[in-house]
Each structure stands twice: as C-alpha cells, then as structure tokens.
C-alpha cells in the first residue's frame, strides 16, 4: 500500500510538471476570452448583469487593443517565409493564428520539406516530415499527400531547381493564403464552442478533487467533504500515532525544549542541559514511501555549547534567517547562532536579563529577536538595525525602536519602560515565562506567571492587548496558530486554553483542554496538525503522555505514550509530517496517520 501510494503521488507530481498552463503569454489569446467567458457566465448566473455587461464590454475593446501584435506576427510570418528562415516559421507557426490552419501548415511544411531534400539535407527533411504527420494526425485529406512526400526520400536524387522557381514557391505560398495575413484575427464565435454550464465551478471542483488527491486522504465513506475556502489549498488532517525513534543528547539530563528549523525543516535542536544538540533531517523519508519498512538513524550533525547555565528555551527564524537558532539559558543570556555551514558558529551574544531567560522566539519578519525571563523583562532587538558595519560577535545588536509604556493605558500596576542603550527593555509585574511571535504580524505574545498575557509590537514599542486567564494560575508557555487568529495558553495544573485573538480590543475564550499533569508548570502545550476545517492542540504530562485533541468540538483523539518521565516540550513539522517531543528521557519521534476515525481507543505504544 505504501508503495502504490508512493506511486499515485508520483505520477501526479509528473503529470503537474508536463502540464503547463501560461495565461501571461500574449500567445494565448483565445485562453485568455475564455477564462473571461467563464467568468461571465459565473457573474450571470449569479445575478451581476450589469457587471457581466461591463466585462464583456472591457473584453471586446482589450483584443481590439492587442490585434497590433498579432498583425506584427503575421508580417513577420510574411517575411520568414519570403527569406526562406523555416526556424522562425516553425515558431511562429505556434501561434493560435496559423497552428489551426491545416491547409496553411501543409503547404509550408511542404516547401520547407522540399527544399530540405534539394539541397541533399535528408535528415533534416525526415524531421520536417516527421512533424508534418503530427501536426496532420488525423487528417485523412492529407495522409496520400504525406505518402507521397515519404517515398520521395526514398526515390532517386533529381536534378534540383533554381534559387528563382524556390523563391517563385515561396511567394506563391503567400499569394495563396493572403486573406491571413492582410485580414486582422476576430474575435474567437461563441457559437463554434460552445460554453458549457457552470463551467467555472465545474473546474474549481476538478482541482479540488485534484488537491484532495494529491493529499494523500482517502475516501471518505458516507461523509461529504465541504469546501470551505479556496484561497488555500487542501491539507490533510495528519495527527501522530506511532513511536519511531528515540534520539539521545549528547548530555545527560531532561530535554526542555525542541525545535524544528532550515529549509524546508531540515534540522532538529534539542536543548538538553547547557548544550544544544543537532540531527540533520534532509534524507528522512516518512517510512509509508521509504524503501524500507524501518526508517535508517537519523544522523547527529553538532553540539551547541557556550552557556555556562542550562538552557530552557530554543526558537528559530525563516525564511532568510530559517538557520539561526535563539537559545535562552539560566546564564541570564541569550545566544544567536548561525547553522548555515557545517560547523554552527555563535554570532552575537546578548546579556540583559538580570535572571534566568524562560523564553526566547524569532520573528518570521527577520530581524526580530525577543527574550523573557524571571526578572519579569521583555527584550527586544533588531538584529538588522547596525549603524556601525564591523559588528563584532559579542556585543549586543541595536534596536530600531522603543517600548513606550506610557502609550498604553493597559499597562500593569507596577511595569515599567526604559530603552537602555540600543535595548528596548519593558519591565512587567510578575515573571514571564514564555514568549511568541506572530507569522503574519509582528506581534508578540508573552505569558507570565500571574496568569496574564501580553501582546507587544515591536514597530511601534507599546502593549497592544492583554487578557486574563481566571483563577490567577501559572503560565507554563502560550502558542500561535499560523493564521494568528488563535493563541493557546498552557497553565497549572494541568488545563491549556484556547483564545480567539482577532479582535485584539476584547479577546475571546473558546474552549480548555483538560485531563494531563502539570502541577510543577513546565509542561508545554503547542498547536498540531490541522486540515483545511480542523485543528489539534499538543500538550506534555508529567506522566509521560503526549496529549492530543481535536478541536471542534475538544475530544481526546489521541494519548502517546513511550516516554519513562514528564514531557516538558514538544513541535509539529508540517513539511516533515513528525513530531518531536522532549522530556526527562530525551527525544522521542512520532510520525503520523490521516484516519483519526479507524480506532474507538486512544493509541498505547510502548
């Protein structure tokens, strides 16, 4: 099965290479009117008649617009012809006004082949004939003529003709078939083809179809699939269910924190101790379309070492920056290091925090690096603002901004703002222990220990939101979905809330998560996998169990277990299809199955 799968994914992905489609080419014109029919049709059909009258009229004046050239192709067809260049004739030959014309493809064909074979250039006129035939197939008019033009390679060499009766064919090809190119090209007629009902959201449905295919999902049985949205394409539900691998640090002791990085999440950190450790993961192969049934070890690529505290937190860039790792450690500094090369290199080095740094993130925006810690400080800098050119390693970079607590009449009893130096430094109430950003925006979220969260902007340097989690409990981390619409916020002892953050003014409480242990507050709760329609919460146990939820409605859709000690962090890799989590034991790896429906029973893999 894993095989046949492996298969249709491939022959899919080859069919979608071969198959171009090109609508900014001006060689497809007639391409072009009939996406524009479609969408005529679809605006009648829909009411909008005064906007359907409007577009066709705007069609018709645009391809009066591009007929000049189309007439400059047809001069120049004239002229290929005439100076005997059949190269260009052959391209240009491809254009919609001439690649329909049979009778006009034939007779240049013709003349080119017979030239061809009275300069003694028998190859080339096998070519030409070769590309007559196809051009022909199906023609039954001209397969005796093409006959005809078959045996002549085979017959006795003649005496050839004159450069004047070749140049007298030339211009009697162009006597013959002047009408095409004196007359400017028309408008393709409706009526030669005609347009098929709701042809529009019939091919919307054909590439949803294709998506959900090339998804890997399967059928599904007595159950309709409704389309949502079509901004997006269509991505399977893929939640872990199977224990794959055990990674073991290089240092002995818990693991508390993971995170997947590079293009297209080719490498894995675990922070164990003071040391950061890293596999690579550019050759892992999901073990339904491996070549082997038991996926190969995933290799070791280097040791991060420099912080002389342990390390509680790791967090990486993208996109240019998606090599660098932020490590935040109980050294009370916070590390930048690059992994690009084969042997990671610390790049700056930043000492602002007074304590222990609980949480450091990098903003998808690139630049932006920011850290949290017990001294109740959140640090933010601009990697990219360096008025000075020689940088060195050690010193802290410059920020481009401030934080201007004065500006927010939210701000908690008892924080205060500073900018000291090139830092920009906002002093909290209470200590914070984990911290955010946003992938669409550049807001950032911090959660503290007093049960709040806050949303900071780094452009402008002031809070733009907080909400309160009841009870005061103690924030262990809070997460983003990838829209930024949903934050989650991991709390003692053992309850993860789910928070509508769109409206920034008034956030929303959906829904808790409940049933894991994390009565000592260093358990983490992360965002899964999710589909086009659902999403899946994750969130570490003291008990060893990798929980996991499916959202809308909250059910317990799975409970992992293989680790002999908490689960303090864990990540999803959408591009991998895994997921690592890290605990007292190490590194476990789980990969992943779309039917969430098959098994009644949690998993119970040992």
Known sequence: IGFCLNRLVTLMADVSECITLDLSSDDNDSLHYEVMRMISQFLQDKGYYTTASVLQDELYQRFAQQTSPQKRALLRMRNAISMGDWQQVEDLGKRTAFRYNTQFLFAVGHQQFNEQLDSGDHNKALITLTRLKKQLAGQEAYQSRLMELSNALT???KEGRTMVSVQKARDRIIEQFREIFSAPPALPAEEESQLPARRLEKLLHQACCYQYLKSGEKRPRNKQIKVSTLLTDFERMVLPNRLIQQLKPSTTGAAHSVEFFGSNHSMLAVAT??????WNLKDWEHPLIATSHTPPPIPHIATLQGHTGTIW???????????MLATGSADATVKIWNCEKTTPTCMHTLAHHSSDVYGVAMSPQQGWVGSVGRDGKAILVDLNYNPSPNLSPTPSPAVSGQLDGSSSSTLPQGSTSTVSGSVGILTLGSACTSMVFMETTRICLVGCRNGTVYGLDPSFGFQVFNFHIPHAPVISNVDVDSSGRYALVSCTPGVTHLWDIRK????????HYAGHSNRSGIC?????PHSSTVCSVLSGSEDGVVWVWQTNPATTARRLIGHEGAVVDMKWSTKKEL??????????LWDGTTDSTSHKQPWVLH
């Open 504 to 511: 920034i003014a008034q956030p929303l409480h959906i829904e």
């Open 579 to 588: 997921l690592a989590s890290c605990g007292d034991d190490g590194v476990c």
């Open 273 to 278: 101790g003071t040391s950061v450790d890293l």
């Open 155 to 157: 017959a006795p060499e």
């Open 313 to 323: 937190s790791v967090g990486s860039g993208s996109g240019n920056s998606c090599n």
């Open 524 to 528: 983490k709760s992360r965002f899964g």
